[in-house]
C-alpha cells in the first residue's frame, strides 16, 4: 500500500540540530520531499531527493534516505526560532504509462517546536 | 510574485448551504490541486486537474466538485456542506507532466489556505 509516517510531535533547544524522520511504505518512489508549513500559512518546499541518491546538503538541512529501510530523514544543523512549524515528508510514485499526474503522498505532518 | 492565490481566506457555514473557493495561479502551470488538510491526517487529495480541460478525483472527492475554468483558476465547489467538511482546504499548483519530457519531482506550489467551518 502507500503510506507515509511521521511522528507528530518533536521539541528541541535552540541551537541544537533536529532530525524528524519518515517512513514510507512504496519501494517504487521516485522522489522524495521535505515540505515546512508555518502557522497560517500553505506548504513550502524546502528540499528533495531523487530515490537513487542517499544524501542531500542544502545549507543547514541534510536529508538522507535509506531505500533498503524505506526511510527519510531531514536535519536541520543549528536550529533556530524560526524553524518552529509542522514539516511534512512526502513521495512521489512513478508516473502512469500513458502520462498525466504522478501521484504525490504526504504524511501528517511532524511539529518542530524550538525553545530557548 | 503571487504564485497561487485562494479566496476566501475564511468561511462560516451552516449546514446544507453552497459555496465556491476559488483558486488562481500565475506561473503558467499545467496542473493544479485541491487537498483538505486536517489535525493529525496530513494532506488529503480531493481533485486535481492534471492539465486545462481535465479533472480527476483524489482520495476524498464525495461532497466536492471542480471546474478548471481555464489553465490559471480552479474551483473547488461544495453544493451542500455537512460538518464533516470543516477543515482547511489547500489549493496548489506543479508544472505537471509535459509529452516529451522525461519524468522529474512534481513540486507544488501552494497557496495560503482557506479555513471553512461548517456548523
Known amino acids: 500500500g502507500e503510506d507515509v509516517e511521521q511522528s507528530l510531535f518533536l521539541s528541541v533547544r535552540e541551537g541544537d540540530s533536529s532530525v524528524i524522520n519518515c517512513t514510507y511504505t512504496?519501494?517504487?518512489?521516485?522522489?522524495l520531499y521535505w515540505y515546512k508549513q508555518e502557522p497560517g500559512a500553505g506548504l513550502q518546499l524546502l528540499t528533495y531527493i531523487f530515490s537513487n541518491m542517499d544524501m542531500k546538503q542544502d545549507q543547514r538541512l541534510t536529508v538522507l534516505l535509506n531505500k533498503k529501510d524505506k526511510h527519510l530523514s531531514l536535519r536541520i544543523a543549528d536550529t533556530q526560532t524560526g524553524d518552529s512549524a509542522i514539516y511534512f515528508c512526502?513521495?512521489?510514485?512513478?508516473?502512469?504509462?500513458?502520462?498525466?499526474?504522478?501521484?504525490?503522498?504526504f504524511g501528517a505532518g511532524t511539529r518542530l517546536a524550538v525553545h530557548p | 510574485n503571487a504564485g497561487v492565490t485562494q479566496t476566501p481566506k475564511f468561511q462560516v457555514l451552516k449546514t446544507g448551504q453552497s459555496m465556491t473557493l476559488q483558486c488562481a495561479q500565475d506561473m503558467n502551470h499545467n496542473s493544479m490541486y485541491w487537498y483538505r488538510q486536517d489535525p493529525g491526517m496530513g494532506l488529503r487529495l480531493i481533485y486535481y486537474s492534471a492539465s486545462e480541460g481535465t479533472t480527476d478525483k483524489g482520495e476524498v472527492p464525495n461532497g466536492y466538485n471542480v471546474s478548471r475554468l481555464n489553465k490559471r483558476e480552479f474551483s473547488l465547489r461544495l453544493e451542500s456542506a455537512a460538518p464533516s467538511q470543516t477543515s482547511v482546504y489547500f489549493c496548489?499548483?506543479?508544472?505537471?507532466?509535459?509529452?516529451?519530457?522525461?519524468?522529474?519531482?512534481?513540486?507544488?506550489?501552494f497557496g495560503a489556505g482557506s479555513r471553512l467551518t461548517v456548523l
Open positions: 512526502a513521495e512521489t510514485l512513478p508516473r502512469p504509462p500513458r502520462g498525466g499526474y504522478n501521484k504525490l503522498i
Open positions: 496548489a499548483s506543479s508544472e505537471g507532466w509535459i509529452p516529451g519530457r522525461s519524468s522529474g519531482a512534481n513540486v507544488l506550489t
Open positions: 512504496d519501494s517504487s518512489s521516485t522522489y
